[in-house]
Structure formats: structure tokens, C-alpha cells
């Protein structure tokens, strides 16, 4: 389980996340929706161990084992994971080098009883590819620098990508749908869908739009505002929303 108690986090002298409380069980999607401003972005990043989000008070832990004091390499290498509202562009790293040395890094302690670890690069790019084919993603995109040039679909998708390679446990996924065509939609949402099947993730998904829950189903929505969890519900309450809006909550 992926639990959050009590959290209250600043950024620059203000407060963004006001005693929140969530937990995100293995193989759940739970949707987190809010206007603009209201934290949510905070609260992912706070998650991952930015180091500009300054932890007030307040509990972070993965199956009881607390994060707060860990850094973001060691959070991931625990199997958290972090999909970007905007994913950053390194020139000059070739994406499938750079999967390669996180896929190691990710199960270099991995049992190999409890992973079917790969150890030859050439099987690795065998298994990219494949990867790439159920992803509808053009496989000479791997052979190029980290986003360089990507459109924003491609980005999104090379993010599922990473997910699918680095398997973990929890991924917390920030506005993915952001910017997407339907066609590019789908096929993300296939590959939360495949990742949550694979591997049993637990899915924190920050959203602003009800269509990526129409593919996802998620198993809860949590409403944020100001900081704080102001609701919790079902399709109801998305529904609610595209009726009513956040101001009546």
C-alpha cells in the first residue's frame, strides 16, 4: 500500500498540500481531479522527493516503510514512478540507453527468482521493440535523444514506455491525458490498463477530463481544493462535476 497521513507540504513559504490523507492499494486506480492551483501537481512531486517541497508535517510510506527522508532514486528504486505533465527533453541521451541503464539500476538487487531479469543489451532492445509494437510507437524513436523532437503524444507514449520497462508498484501519472488526440489517448490507456494487469500497479491518476476515466475506470475519484481532499466518490461524482463544476464542493 502507498499511504499518505496527515501530509502538509510548502513550496517558496506556501502552503500547497493541507493535511491530506489517501492510500493507493496494489492493482487500484484512484483518480485525483481539482481545479487549477489546488495542489495536486504538489502532491505528485512531493511523492516523487522533489526537494523544492518541504515536507511540514505528516507521513509518506510504502508498505510501512516510510519515504520521507529518502531521495527520489531511492523512492523509485522502491518501486515509485512519476509520469510528467511535461516531460523533459535531454539532448544528447539516447532513449533506449537511457531505459537500458534504468532498467538495471531499477533490479540490480532484483532476486532472480523474483525477476526475469535481462542481461544482454540485445535482448533488451529485442524486448524495447515488442514494447514499442504494442504502444503503436515507431520503433526509431528509442534510437534518438531523450524527447528531442517528439510531438506530445510521443512523449506520453515513451512515458508508458518507461512504466512497462521499469515495472513498478506505484505510479503516480500527472496529467498524461494532457494534450492528447483520441487515437494517442487509447493507446495510453491501454498501456496503464496492460501495466495494471502485468504487475498489479496501483495508479494515482491527476486528471482535469472525465473521457481518460472512460477508458481507465477508476475504482475511486478524489476531488482537491486548496490544498486539501474536499470529496470522495464514483462515476457520481465525475458526473457531478461535468454538471456542476468544483464550486459547489
Do not use: C
Not at 508508458?160 to 490507456?189: F, H, K, M, N, W
Amino acid at each position: 500500500m502507498l499511504k499518505i497521513e496527515k501530509l502538509k507540504v510548502k513550496v517558496a513559504d506556501k502552503l500547497v498540500v493541507d493535511k491530506v490523507s489517501l492510500e493507493l492499494n496494489s492493482g487500484e486506480i484512484v483518480a485525483l481531479m481539482g481545479p487549477n492551483g489546488s495542489g495536486k501537481s504538489s502532491l505528485a512531486y512531493t511523492l516523487a522527493g522533489h526537494p523544492h517541497y518541504q515536507v511540514l508535517s505528516g507521513r509518506l510510506a510504502l508498505d510501512d516503510r516510510s519515504l520521507n527522508e529518502l531521495s527520489p532514486d531511492e523512492r523509485s528504486q522502491m518501486g515509485l514512478f512519476l509520469a510528467f505533465q511535461y516531460p523533459v527533453v535531454v539532448e544528447g541521451v539516447r532513449y533506449e540507453r537511457f531505459l537500458w541503464e534504468a532498467y538495471q539500476t531499477r533490479f540490480a538487487k532484483a532476486k532472480p527468482r523474483a525477476h526475469k531479469r535481462i542481461d544482454s543489451i540485445i535482448e533488451f532492445h529485442d524486448y524495447l521493440v515488442n514494447l514499442t509494437s504494442q504502444l503503436e510507437v515507431n520503433p526509431k524513436l528509442i534510437e534518438r535523444s531523450l524527447n528531442l523532437g517528439f510531438s506530445g503524444g510521443e512523449k506520453k507514449k515513451l512515458e508508458i514506455l518507461q512504466l512497462l520497462v521499469l515495472e513498478p508498484r506505484y505510479a503516480v501519472l500527472d496529467e498524461t491525458d494532457s494534450g492528447l488526440d483520441i487515437d494517442a489517448l487509447q493507446v495510453v490507456a491501454h498501456g496503464v490498463r496492460l501495466a495494471v494487469k502485468k504487475f498489479s500497479l496501483g495508479v494515482l491518476l491527476i486528471t482535469h477530463y472525465q473521457r481518460v476515466l472512460d477508458y481507465l475506470k477508476p475504482d475511486r475519484v478524489l476531488i482537491m481544493k486548496s490544498g486539501k481532499i474536499v470529496a470522495s466518490g464514483g462515476k457520481e461524482l465525475v458526473k457531478r462535476l461535468e454538471k456542476e463544476g468544483y464550486k459547489e464542493l
